[in-house]
C-alpha cells in the first residue's frame, strides 16, 4: 500500500528556495539602502557641526583678538588724542557739561583719575557724581576726566577697562555734549571686577541711553588701520603712563584709581573722607579758598 510524502518535491524545494534568496536580495538592499541615508545623514550632521565649530572658532579668535595698544611708549601728543583732550591727555568738561571746555575763572580744577573696571571708582562716583555735577553745572569746578586703563588683567582678557575707555574718548570727541552723561552711565553699571566686564553690545546701549548718536556708537570697534587695536587705544595707553607721572607727582607712591586733585593738590582723603555725605563740597570750598 502506497504511503503519502510529505516532503515537497526537489523542484519545489528549489523554487522555494529561490524565492527565499531573492527576499533574503531584497531585505538586505533595504538594509544597504537604510545603511547609506543614516551614513550620510550622518556626514552631513557631523559637517554641520564642523562648520558651526569653525564659526565659533572664528568668532572667538576674533573677540580674543588684542584691541589694547601693544605699539611703542607714545606721548599724549603722539598717540591720537580726543579733539576735546587737554595737553596732559584730561578731558575737561565745564559749566555748560560739554566735553573740551572749562567753566569760568576761579573754578577749582578736580582732576578725577578713574579706571571704569575699578569698583573703588565706582564707589567714588556713586557717593559724589551728584555733588561733582552740581558743583560744576554752577561754575565751582571744572572737571578733568582722566579714563585709564590699568585693570585690563581683572576683565578675564576681554580688556574691558580699555575698551570702556576707548569708548568714552571716541564719545569725548565725537558727541562731547553727551561724555559725562556716558561716563556716569558707564559707572551706573559698572561690572564686577575679575568678570567679562559689559559687552560691546552693551557699552553701545548704554551710549544710545545717554544721547550719543548712532552713527557714532557704530565706530566703537573700529580698528587703527592695520592694526588690531581700537582707535582710541594708542591715547588710553598713553593716557596710562602719563598718569604714572602725574600721580607720583602729587605724592603717591604709586598708580591707585581713584586718584582725585584739586587745583594740581592731592585730594586730603583723611580731613575730606569722600565717603561722608557734603566732604566732597567742603573739600572744594577749602581748595578755592586756598588760592
Known sequence: MPTNDPRPSKAVRRDEARVMA??????QKKRDRRNRIIAISGLVAALAVLAI???????NSKS???IGYSGTALAIADSNP?????ANGGIPVGSDGVAGTTSAAGAVTVDLYTDYMCSACGEFEKANVAAINQLRT??????V???ISILDRMSNGTEYSTRAA???AIVADAAP???VAFNDALFANQPAENTAGLSDARIAELALGANVPQSVVDTFADRVPAKDWLKFAPYVAALTAQATTDITALGEKQVQTPTVALNGQLYDYTTYNWTIAGNFEKAVAAAKAAK
Do not use: C, M
Open 22 to 27: 531573492q527576499k533574503l536580495r531584497e531585505q
Open 53 to 59: 565649530v569653525v564659526v565659533v572658532i572664528l568668532g
Open 64 to 66: 580674543n583678538a588684542p
Open 82 to 86: 580726543p579733539s576735546t583732550a587737554q
Open 138 to 143: 554752577t561754575g565751582d569746578i571744572t572737571v
Open 145 to 147: 576726566y582722566h579714563p
Open 166 to 168: 576707548n569708548a568714552a
Open 177 to 179: 555734549d553727551a561724555f
